[in-house]
């Protein structure tokens, strides 16, 4: 007996009709290597839906950067059938299986909840060579909020280094229950793959909902396709949307016409709707997922629901950074590009603005360091564009002496003086990390300004520490200073958790006495000193010599923290210059010439763009971010 | 001067024929310059990027022996080549330069000279110089070459301090100097010296010691010049690989001050960056004409030549071999590797950057309004001689000499 459902036992499943008690949501709870894209590949062999051959690696991961990086952006929803044996030996009962995939990175927690909420269950991905994560320890606790049944698996068991009892027994101190019930599979080689499929049937609970109320559906996913517009994945909570009916969104009250309905398996298939429980896409012909948002409740805009679903919230830019183009010129491309990639990600936010040392580019605000890094690299990919992006920051709230209350984005606004007090967002922070690190970890966090929540060991080599920390001192190297001070061996999630006062002061740079405002940064007072002196020294060694000399300042207001000279160059000249000289100075004068055209000014200073790229980019090291483990 | 480096430019026709609009692009100074590359040395010094060999390094029709008569032939073909666009006025300048040009026998230098002034003939009071290495000429050599009709010699010092000379690879006896630029006196030549400073572990008092002796020689004309370490010499490689340290700018800087001071002191005035002459009389007109764009034709292996003005230019270079100059010379073609034409930008380019080297300047009126307005600032940051700009030239200071990079890019915006 095939657990593939024949053509009779797939007629009960079908789409739009497929009753709730058949039904089965659930996503995979994973840090981003511990292999879910493979174990959700394996399951969509094993239930048929994608044959061997059409298989590609990481089937759902739809955009290029994901596949490369092996990491999820944006969640999908597949739906698989599986049969398993009725009671006592019964004859094979049909069930529509919908995988839920999210996103596993900190700065897409908002889509997390909302896929999650999605969900009666969550299948909890563990490396058996690595054990749990701080992140998926964070996303874990979101679940088990949500009230998800949790199907614990140790994935990788196919590895030497597997170790499997030891990441049972700490999972099962997780989750409750014994470690005897933690699953073990491969997703390599498919072993224990279809044992797991059994056990979400017979776990994760049913859809509950009332089939004949107003329909609610969630809006868990919003995705831009060129040529169909704005595509939305939704759960049906309540009631059914049918094709060809008026839609409305709860929270614009904008009207749609369902011009398609259907569900992903793993293609689109278009279907006469969705019914209570049901888990799919629709498409109305909007062009912008500003439309269509994440947390959203989808409704009838004849009968529409009286009360929306809740925790819809609108995502908020928590980091911002200028991005430039490098050949000024770029400008008008580098804008086209923005309003593009907006139309597919509603948390992108931007506004134009003008740098003295940069030229013309844009203020953008993003999800966390991630999104950042990863809209650089599409814009810089997909629209041909080299650009250069400044230190990010945080966004403070300064409260002048007038009471009056000013948002700053970017360290250049930054009031000179008549300030009440300023105010920086700060995260709660989790840290998983083998117990002997503790007291390195402790240090860090302290150098970051960070206060002890709380202590808790999960098992007797492994420790969970919780910080509050200010965000700013996070979004720099955190991750990678922790990274070396463990050995690798730490993992960090963190969560907003609201703003605090802080002693924070604007540190300047001054060339020649011109304020370079690439350069500023907001600081903490006790490390002002410290910034000056690193970009100051830094500036000394990228700056070429002018025929004067050039100090380099860095300010707090008006008082001088750092100083540095580059040394007026005396000597340029070529002494020899004959025949043939003539020829090769003529072309180096030429070159040069047109390396000045990359040269900015600063006052009378000549500064190569290479000297900003070089200072910005070591600053900031959010490459960095991406081998997080 | 040739070196090592050949440009990229265009193909230039087997017969050598220039552009027909050479005929209607006259130079802009007057004279007529031959420039005779000779590409020999007895050894190859470590820092020199030069077309030269040593003599175990050639045989065949590109030895020392045939060097005359083929670079003779040369000459015959710019006759025809300069005769087919209304050119070749008598010449009024000759220089020899290398290589070693006095490791070829007085009567070879003669014989080159001889089809100079067959082809154009020699203007009257024209300049004849040679280069030579203080070891490479005896009194009765520099009295033949006077005899041939050499005017003038520039000995090759580059330094009196042996631990220098010896890093430069030079062989020559630093004591004999003083006795060579004697004979050459006594031959009627005019004598200028060459001096290098900023080679690796040169100390200031070391350059000091070579200014003050050539100083004390009461020459009417000494050129120095700052080492540059070219990539593909020996001490470039030795650079690189850390073994000997990189020149500094600032070194150089302090030793070019001295030099200007310490010539200064003893009579002789700076008439270009790199060159000091007793009289303007003394100023050595061969290089005068390359700084002010007159046509020159340059004879030998990787010599480079120049022709036209105006709005344009004509600029070529032989092959670097001696070996394929000799066989495509004997072929009946034209030794000529490639060629770049310049248009009108680059030609006002290279006229600011070659007038501007000279201590008569650039006329003010040649430069774009820009860059004419960037005079003021010029004179204002101490590069350029304030009272030669209300007379309307752009004259270089002391400071604006060693910065001449700075002020060009400043003068060409």
Not at chain 1, 520 to 545: C, F, N, Q, T, W
């Amino acid at each position: 007996m095939t657990p593939i459902p024949d053509a009779a036992l797939s007629a009960q499943v079908q789409p739009a009709a497929t009753p709730p008690h058949l039904l089965r949501n659930f996503c995979i709870i994973a840090h981003i290597d511990h292999g879910k894209s493979t174990l959700a590949d394996r399951m969509l062999q094993l239930t048929g839906v994608v044959d061997a051959r059409a298989m590609r690696e990481q089937y759902l991961d739809r955009m290029d950067i994901e596949r490369e990086r092996g990491i999820t952006i944006k969640s999908q929803a597949v739906r698989m059938t599986w049969a398993v044996a009725g009671e006592a030996g019964g004859p094979l009962v049909p069930y529509a299986l919908n995988m839920i995939d999210t996103p596993g990175h900190v700065d897409f927690t908002y889509e997390v909840s909302r896929s999650l909420a999605a969900c009666e269950g969550a299948v909890l991905l563990v490396d058996a060579a690595q054990g749990i994560e701080a992140q998926t320890l964070a996303n874990l606790y979101l679940a088990m909020e949500n009230d998800l049944a949790i199907i614990p698996v140790l994935n990788k068991i196919d590895l030497p280094a597997a170790q499997p009892e030891r990441y049972a027994e700490e999972i099962a101190g997780l989750v409750g229950g014994d470690p005897s019930d933690v699953l073990r599979v491969s997703g390599k080689t498919g072993e224990g793959v279809s044992a797991l499929l059994d056990r979400i049937v017979h776990e994760v609970p049913a859809p509950q909902g009332d089939p004949d109320a107003a329909a609610r559906a969630m809006i868990f996913d919003s995705v831009y396709d060129t040529y169909r517009g704005v595509v939305t994945y939704v759960r049906v909570v309540d009631g059914r949307l049918t094709h060809r009916e008026r839609i409305a969104m709860m929270s614009t009250k904008a009207t749609h016409e369902l011009l398609e309905i259907g569900v992903i398996s793993p293609e689109p298939v278009p279907t006469k709707g969705l019914g209570v429980g049901e888990v799919g896409y629709l498409i109305t012909g909007v062009k912008d997922v500003r439309q269509s948002k994440v947390g959203d409740t989808v409704t009838d805009a004849v009968r529409p629901a009286e009360h929306s679903l809740s925790g819809y919230a609108d995502p908020k830019p928590m980091v911002y950074s200028g991005l430039y183009p490098i050949d000024g010129s770029d400008y008008p491309v580098l804008r086209d590009a923005l309003d593009k990639l907006k139309l597919n990600d509603a948390a992108l936010v931007y506004e134009p603005e003008t740098s003295v040392a940069l030229g013309f580019g844009f203020r953008v605000g993003f999800l966390g360091l991630l999104h950042l890094e990863i809209v650089r690299e599409r814009l810089e990919r997909e629209f041909d564009l080299d650009l250069i992006s400044t230190a990010p920051n945080v966004v403070y709230e300064v409260t002048l002496e007038d009471r009056s209350v000013l948002t700053v984005t970017n360290p250049s606004e930054f009031p000179g003086g008549r300030i009440a007090q300023v105010r920086e967002p700060i995260v709660r922070a989790t840290i998983l990390a083998p117990s002997e690190f503790i007291g390195a970890i402790m240090e860090l966090c302290q150098a970051r300004r960070g206060e002890l929540l709380g202590m808790d060991y999960l098992s007797p080599e492994r420790v969970e520490m919780r910080y509050t920390l200010p965000l700013a001192e996070i979004v720099f190297d955190f991750f990678d200073a922790l990274k070396s001070r463990t050995r690798g061996y730490a993992s960090l999630d963190y969560e907003a958790a609201g703003e605090q006062p802080g002693d924070l002061v604007k540190v300047d740079i001054l060339l020649q006495g011109e304020q370079v405002d690439a350069f500023s940064a907001i600081v903490h007072k006790d490390k002002a000193y410290a910034y000056g002196v690193a970009m100051a020294g830094k500036l000394k060694e990228l700056i070429p010599r002018q025929q004067f000399e050039v100090p380099i300042q860095a300010a707090v207001g008006a008082r001088v923290i750092a100083r540095e000279n580059v040394r007026a160059l005396r000597k340029d000249v070529l002494a020899k210059c004959y025949g043939g000289d003539i020829t090769r100075k003529r072309k180096l004068l030429e070159k040069q010439k047109e390396g000045k055209k990359r040269m900015k000014t600063i006052g009378r200073v000549e500064v190569p763009q290479e000297a900003f790229i070089a200072a910005l980019s070591s600053e900031a090291s959010p490459d960095k971010e991406k081998s997080k483990k | 001067m040739t070196p090592s480096a050949l440009p990229d430019g265009e193909p230039v026709p087997d017969d050598g024929a220039l552009p027909a609009w050479v005929a209607d692009a006259p130079s802009v100074a007057p004279g007529f310059a031959v420039y005779v590359h000779v590409p020999f040395c007895r050894v190859r010094c470590g820092y020199c990027d030069f077309n030269t060999y040593t003599s175990a390094e050639l045989g065949g029709g590109a030895s020392q022996v045939a060097y005359a008569q083929t670079a003779a032939s040369e000459i015959e073909l710019a006759r025809r080549v300069l005769a087919d666009v209304g050119r070749g006025e008598p010449v009024s300048t000759v220089f020899f330069g290398g290589g070693t040009p006095t490791l070829l026998p007085p009567a070879d230098l003669a014989t080159i000279l001889a089809a100079v002034e067959d082809a154009w003939g020699l203007a009257p009071g024209a300049e004849v110089t040679t280069e030579a290495n203080p070891d490479s000429v005896t009194p009765a050599s520099l009295a033949a070459l006077a005899a041939a009709g050499f005017t003038r010699v520039s000995f090759g010092v580059q330094s009196v301090v042996p631990h220098v000379l010896a890093t430069l690879d030079r062989t020559h006896d630093p004591d004999r100097v003083p006795d060579v630029v004697g004979w050459a006196r006594d031959a009627g030549l005019a004598v200028s010296l060459d001096l290098i400073y900023g080679t690796p572990g040169e100390s200031l008092d070391d350059w000091r010691r070579s200014l003050d002796a050539v100083a004390g020689l009461a020459v009417d004309h000494v050129s120095a010049y700052a080492l540059v370490v070219e990539e593909g010499t020996r001490m470039g490689a030795q650079v690189r690989r850390g073994l000997l340290p990189a020149p500094d700018p600032d070194d150089e800087a302090a030793k070019y001050e001295l030099a200007d001071e310490v010539l200064s002191a003893a009579g002789l005035t700076w008439y270009e960056v790199s060159n000091w002459a007793r009289t303007d009389a003394d100023a050595c007109r061969h290089n005068l004409g390359y700084w002010r764009g007159v046509d020159w034709w340059g004879v030998g292996p990787g010599a480079h030549s120049h022709v036209g003005g105006g709005d344009r230019a004509v600029r070529w270079w032989n092959v670097k071999h001696p070996r394929a100059y000799a066989d495509r010379l004997a072929a009946g073609r034209s030794p000529a590797a490639a060629r770049e034409v310049l248009g009108g930008d680059e030609v006002r380019l290279e006229r600011v950057l070659l007038a501007v080297r000279l201590r008569e300047g650039l006329d003010v009126q040649l430069l774009g309004d820009a860059p004419r307005h960037a005079v003021a600032g010029l004179v204002a940051d101490g590069l350029l001689d304030g009272v030669a700009a209300i007379r309307g030239r752009a004259v270089l200071t002391r400071r604006g000499r060693l910065l001449a990079d700075t002020v060009v890019r400043a003068l060409t915006d």
